[in-house]
C-alpha cells in the first residue's frame, strides 16, 4: 500500500515539475518576445517630447517611510530630481521611532500647514501636515503607526491630489526618467492602461550620490548575488510574461503606478494585508472585471527603481516568510475567482498558476522529498533515475536563471563590468544547494506563521545609502 | 575515444521512444545544450558589442574632424555613406545638430544640414525604407523622418497612417509631430475628421500641438466639421493653443452639447482671455458636469481681474469638492485682495468654504501673511482668534459630516504647533 502510494506520488511529482518546468520555459519566451517588442516600440517614443508635453497627466508620489533617518533625505531629493512636467511628492512618516520627521524638518524647512485632509481611506490617526517652506511640491504626513505599509499609503492616497499615483517605497532609488517611462503605456492608452509596474533592482553593490546610483555594480556577498538573479527571474520573465497577457497580478510595492480614481473606488490599500501590493492589483482585476471594464495593468521593464534587499540571512528570512503570508493572505480570500468566467484569463490561468507553482509549491517540493526518502529507504527508488532527474532538475533551473540574465544582456544590460556578468552566470549554477533548501524552510515558516495568526511586521536590517557606496 | 566510439549509441538512446528514465536524459541533453547556446550568445554578444562600441567611437572622432569638410561637401558623401556605420553616424550627428538648432532659432543652420541630408541622400533612403518597408524598419524610418522637418516627408508619412498596423500609424503620427510643419497637420486632421484614425489620443494630441504651435487657426475648419471624439480631441488641442484669433470658434465650443469638448472651451478661455471670457466662464462655472465647472475654475485663476472673485468664491460652495478646492487654490493666488476674499467667504458663513480657502492660503504659504493684514496691527490678535474659531467650527461641522451620511466626509487635522 505504502508502495503504491509513494509511486502514485512520485509520478504525480515528476508531472508537476515538468509543467512547471514547461510553464517556465514558456513563460522566457513570452517575456523574450514581449521585451523586443518593448524596445522597438521604444525606439520610436522620444521622451525628451513627453517631458514638456502640457498633456501628460500629473503624478503624486507616494513615499512612505518608517524609521528611515539614515536615507530619507536622499530619498526625497532623489524623488524630487524625477523628470516629469508636473509631480507632488507625499511623504509619509508612518509613527518613525528615530528622527525621520527631525531631518526632513531640518532639511526642507518643514512647516505645520492646516491643509485639508479628508479621510476617505483607512488609515491610523494623522498627527498633522507638514509642507515645506523650500520645496512647494513636498507635503509630508505624520501619522500615528499603522503597523504596515498599506496604512501609511492609504494616509498619502487621502491627501494625493494629481490624477495618478506612484507608490515607491522611500527607501529605494528610481532612475531620473522613470516617472516618463513607466507612464509610456498610459499616456499611450490612458483609457485602457489603469496601473503599470516598473522594475525592481538590486541596488546592493551599487555607488549612490544625490539619491542617484551612479554606477551599477553587482553586490560582493552571496547572498545578495542570489537575489540578483532572484529578482531578474521575477521581473524579466514572470511580471513580463504574464502582463503580456494582461495576467499581471503583482505590481511591486516599491513602484508602480495607479489611477487614483480606481484606487479609491476599490477602497485603496487593505490595511491588515500582509502583501498589500499583490491584493491591491487583484483587487483591481476583480473590481474592473466585475465592471465589465476592457482594461490593462501593464509591465514596463525599463523604469527602474532601486532597492536594499536584506544582507543577513535572518533578515531575508523574514522578508521570505512575509512574502509567503502575504500570497495566501491574498489567494485565499479570492478563491471565488478561480475558474469563474466574469474573471476570464485571471480566473482560468494566472490565479490557478499562483495557487500551484507559487502558493503550494513548498508543499510539494516538501512532499518531493519525503517520498524520495521513504521510497530509498523501502527500496522502491531507482537510483539511476533518481540521480538523472536531479540533474535534470539542477540543469533546468540553471537555464531559466541563464535565460533571465540573458534577456537582461539583450535588452537593458545595467550590469556593464564583464566581471560581474561572468559572476551573475556562475551564480547561477549554484543556487540551487543549499539556497533553494532554505527558500523552502522559510515559505513553509510563512505557512506556519499565517495559520498561527502571526501576522506583525518584522523589520528588515539595513544598511542605507548615504550619499555613497551601499556595501555589502 | 570511447566516447566517441559509444556516440552513436548515446544518441540512439537519447532518441529512442521515451520511457521516463529515457526522456529524463533526453532532457538533460536538450536542457545542457540550451545552457551551452546561452552561455554562448551572452558572451559572445558581449564581445561583438565591445567591438562594435569601440570601432563606433573611433569613427564618430574621425567624422567630427572631418565634419566641416562633410557639411560644405569637400568630403563627398560617396566617402562615408558606402560605409553603414559612418552613414548612420552622419546621419544622427545630422539630426541631433538640426534639432538644436531648430531650438536656438537658428534656421539658416537648420537649412544647411538640411541641404546635406538630401545632398547625400540619406534622406531619400529614409523616405524609401519608411515606405517599402514593414515592421520596426519602416517605425524606425517614419520617426527619422520626423526629425527632418522636411516639408517632403509629409506624404510619406501621411501615407503610412493608412497602414494596417497600429504601431506603424503610431509611429507615423510622431513623425508628423516631429516635422511641426502645418501641412503634417492638416494631413492627421483630414483623416481625424473624414475616415477616422486610430491611433491613441495623447499621441495624436501631442502631434497636433506641435504642428498647431502659434496657428491655431489651422484647427478651425476641421473643428467646424468634427463629430464626437474627433471633436474632443481637436478642441483639447485648441484648449492648448487658443488665442484670440479663433475666438468665434471657442464661443461656439463653450456652448457644445459634448461636455468634455465644453471642458476645453473653458480651458481655451483661461489661454485666450478673450473679451467675452469672464461672461463665459461665469456661465461655465454653472455646468452640470463638474468637470467642466472645474476648469471653469481654473481658467478664471488665470484670469487676474477683480471680478472674478465673487465667481470664485461661489464656486468655493460647489457641491464637488475638486471643484472647491481649485477655486480655493483659484483665489489663495489672488495675493493683495486675500483679506477681502476671506472677507467675503466668510460672509457666505459656508464654513467648509472657509476651510478650503484657507487650507488653500496655507498652502501658498500666504497664512502669515493673512494674519497680519486682516486686521490693522490693534485688532490682529482678536482677528486671528476669529479665524481660527472659525476653522474649529468647520472642523466640527465636518466632524459631523463624517459621522453622518455625508459622502465623502472630511475631516481637519491641524498641524503641530497650531493652537
Known amino acids: ?472 | 575515444m570511447d566516447c566517441v566510439s559509444n556516440l552513436p549509441l548515446l544518441t540512439a538512446v537519447l532518441l529512442s521512444p521515451a520511457t521516463p528514465g529515457r526522456f529524463v536524459l533526453q532532457a538533460i541533453a536538450v536542457t545542457s545544450v540550451g545552457i551551452a547556446l546561452l552561455l554562448f550568445f551572452i558572451l559572445g554578444r558581449r564581445g561583438l558589442r565591445r567591438r562594435y562600441f569601440h570601432r563606433r567611437d573611433m569613427r564618430v572622432f574621425t567624422l567630427r574632424k572631418q565634419w566641416e569638410g562633410i557639411l560644405n561637401g569637400s568630403v563627398p558623401p560617396e566617402a562615408w555613406r558606402r560605409h553603414p556605420l559612418d552613414s548612420e553616424i552622419v546621419e544622427e550627428m545630422l539630426f541631433e545638430g538640426m534639432e538644436a538648432a531648430h531650438a536656438a532659432g537658428h534656421r539658416e543652420e537648420a537649412a544647411r544640414l538640411l541641404h546635406v541630408l538630401r545632398a547625400s541622400g540619406l534622406l531619400s533612403s529614409r523616405m524609401h525604407e519608411a515606405s517599402e518597408y514593414g515592421g520596426w524598419r519602416k517605425r524606425r524610418a517614419l520617426v527619422a523622418l520626423g526629425r527632418t522637418r522636411a516639408p517632403e516627408v509629409v506624404p510619406v508619412l501621411a501615407a503610412a497612417l493608412e497602414d494596417e498596423d497600429a504601431e506603424t500609424r503610431v509611429a507615423a503620427v510622431r513623425g508628423l509631430g516631429g516635422t511641426g510643419l502645418p501641412e503634417a497637420a492638416t494631413e492627421m486632421m483630414d483623416r481625424v475628421v473624414g475616415r477616422g484614425l486610430s491611433t491613441p489620443g495623447l499621441t495624436l494630441q501631442n502631434s497636433l500641438l506641435q504642428c498647431c504651435q502659434g496657428r491655431p487657426e489651422l484647427l478651425q475648419p476641421y473643428l467646424r466639421q468634427a463629430q464626437g471624439s474627433a471633436r474632443q480631441m481637436l478642441s483639447r488641442v485648441l484648449g492648448e493653443l487658443a488665442t484670440t484669433a479663433v475666438e468665434e470658434d471657442i464661443l461656439l465650443l463653450a456652448a457644445d452639447p459634448l461636455p468634455e469638448v465644453r471642458a476645453s472651451a473653458a480651458r481655451a478661455l483661461g489661454v485666450a482671455r478673450p473679451v467675452a471670457a469672464l461672461e463665459l466662464l461665469g456661465e461655465l462655472v454653472k455646468d452640470k458636469e463638474w468637470f467642466v465647472r472645474l476648469r471653469a475654475v481654473v481658467a478664471l485663476g488665470s484670469i487676474e481681474d477683480a471680478r472674478v472673485i465673487p465667481i470664485l468664491i461661489e464656486s468655493l460652495c460647489d457641491e464637488n469638492r475638486y471643484v472647491r478646492l481649485r477655486a480655493a487654490g483659484a483665489l489663495a493666488q489672488m495675493g493683495p485682495r486675500l483679506e477681502q476674499i476671506v472677507g467675503k467667504v466668510i460672509e457666505t458663513r459656508d464654513r467648509f468654504a472657509l476651510h478650503a480657502i484657507i487650507s488653500e492660503i496655507e498652502r501658498a504659504g500666504g497664512i502669515a501673511h493673512l494674519f497680519s493684514a486682516i486686521s490693522d496691527p490693534n485688532h490682529r490678535e482678536e482677528a486671528t482668534a476669529t479665524l481660527q474659531q472659525a476653522l474649529k467650527a468647520g472642523q466640527e461641522q465636518m466632524r459631523t459630516a463624517a459621522r453622518g451620511e455625508l459622502r465623502p466626509v472630511a475631516v481637519l487635522k491641524p498641524g503641530k504647533g497650531h493652537s
Open chain 1, 1 to 472: 500500500m505504502l508502495r503504491h502510494f509513494i509511486s502514485v506520488s512520485n509520478i504525480t511529482l515528476f508531472v508537476y515539475y515538468l509543467a512547471s518546468n514547461l510553464i517556465y520555459l514558456a513563460l522566457l519566451i513570452i517575456a523574450l518576445f514581449a521585451s523586443l517588442r518593448h524596445r522597438r516600440r521604444l525606439a520610436s517614443i522620444r521622451l525628451e517630447r513627453m517631458r514638456t508635453s502640457p498633456l501628460a497627466p500629473p503624478i503624486t508620489v507616494l513615499a512612505p517611510a518608517h524609521n528611515e533617518e539614515k536615507s530619507i533625505i536622499e530619498s526625497a531629493r532623489g524623488l524630487l530630481a524625477l523628470d516629469y512636467p508636473e509631480l507632488e511628492l507625499i511623504i509619509i512618516n508612518d509613527g518613525s521611532a528615530d528622527r525621520t520627521l527631525e531631518v526632513l524638518r531640518e532639511h526642507f524647512q518643514l512647516r505645520p500647514a492646516d491643509v485639508l485632509y479628508l479621510p476617505e481611506l483607512p488609515s491610523a490617526p494623522v498627527r498633522g501636515v507638514y509642507m515645506s517652506q523650500n520645496e512647494p511640491r513636498l507635503l509630508v504626513v505624520d501619522k500615528e503607526p499603522g503597523g504596515n505599509k498599506a496604512d501609511a499609503v492609504n494616509a498619502g492616497l487621502n491627501a494625493a491630489t494629481k490624477p495618478y499615483v506612484c507608490v515607491v517605497d522611500a527607501d529605494s532609488i528610481l532612475e531620473r526618467d522613470s516617472l516618463l517611462r513607466i507612464m509610456v503605456p498610459i499616456l499611450a492608452d490612458p483609457r485602457r492602461v489603469v496601473a503599470a509596474g516598473g522594475i525592481v533592482r538590486v541596488l546592493n553593490g551599487s555607488r549612490v550620490r544625490d539619491g542617484q546610483i551612479t554606477e551599477v555594480r553587482l553586490p560582493k556577498g552571496w547572498l545578495e548575488v542570489l537575489q540578483v538573479i532572484e529578482y531578474l527571474r521575477a521581473f524579466l520573465i514572470g511580471r513580463e510574461a504574464w502582463a503580456a497577457g494582461n495576467m499581471l497580478n503583482i505590481i511591486s510595492g516599491a513602484f508602480g503606478i495607479f489611477r487614483r480614481d480606481l484606487v479609491r473606488a476599490v477602497g485603496g490599500y487593505r490595511t491588515n494585508a500582509i502583501g498589500e501590493d499583490f491584493d491591491l492589483v487583484t483587487r483591481l482585476h476583480r473590481y474592473l472585471l466585475e465592471q465589465k471594464m476592457d482594461y490593462r495593468i501593464s509591465f514596463v521593464p525599463d523604469p527602474v527603481c532601486w532597492t536594499e534587499v536584506p544582507s543577513d540571512l535572518r533578515s531575508l528570512a523574514r522578508q521570505r516568510a512575509r512574502w509567503h503570508k502575504g500570497l495566501l493572505d491574498v489567494l485565499w480570500p479570492n478563491r471565488d475567482m478561480l475558474f469563474r468566467c466574469t474573471y476570464g484569463r485571471l480566473g482560468s490561468i494566472g490565479l490557478p498558476y499562483m495557487w500551484i507553482f507559487e502558493l503550494l509549491a513548498p508543499v510539494v517540493e516538501i512532499i518531493g522529498y519525503t517520498t524520495i526518502i521513504l521510497a530509498a529507504v523501502l527500496g522502491v527508488l531507482s537510483r539511476e533515475f533518481f540521480i538523472q532527474f536531479l540533474i535534470y532538475g539542477y540543469a533546468f533551473g540553471t537555464m531559466i536563471s541563464i535565460g533571465a540574465v540573458m534577456q537582461e544582456e539583450i535588452t537593458y544590460k545595467r550590469y556593464n563590468d564583464w566581471r560581474d556578468v561572468i559572476r551573475l552566470v556562475l551564480y547561477c549554477f549554484f543556487e540551487h544547494f543549499p539556497y533553494r533548501q532554505m527558500y523552502l524552510v522559510w515559505r513553509l515558516q510563512g505557512f506556519w506563521q499565517y495559520f498561527r495568526k502571526d501576522f506583525v511586521w518584522r523589520p528588515m536590517k539595513r544598511i542605507g545609502f548615504q550619499g555613497g557606496d551601499l556595501k555589502d
